[in-house]
Nanobody, 117 residues
């Protein structure tokens, strides 16, 4: 089992920045990748970014060049960050952190990001 706790969402104006955090605890040694999805109510979830255990990153085309995912290992936790710059109104969504622990996938509770003037 892996427990994920997210933080960092909120209301921000277009063009500004926000950083999301996701801390994983539990069976962190089984994690092969962590990342983020986002979902707008009534729409399908959209992949945003991932950070693999090998250090590779991958981004959705819609966020490339604006979002950066990073990871920090400390003690018995793993934290991934999603630095979101140059935010646009279309980035408004609920953002969900996930951790792949094959064959399972664990999810955080979600954090809301609203980009509006």
């Amino acid at each position: 089992q892996v427990q994920l706790v997210e933080s960092g969402g909120g209301l921000v104006q277009p063009g500004r920045s926000l950083r999301l955090s996701c801390s994983a605890s539990g069976n962190i040694f089984g994690i092969s990748a962590m990342g983020w999805y986002r979902q707008v109510p009534g729409k399908e979830p959209e992949f945003v970014a991932l950070f693999s255990s090998g250090g590779n990153t991958n981004y959705a085309d819609s966020v490339k060049g604006r979002f950066t995912i990073s990871r920090d290992n400390a003690n018995n936790t793993v934290t991934v960050y999603l630095q979101m710059n140059s935010l646009k109104p279309e980035d408004t969504a609920d953002y969900y952190c996930y951790a792949n622990v094959p064959p399972e996938k664990f999810w955080g509770q979600g954090t809301q990001v609203t980009v509006s003037s």
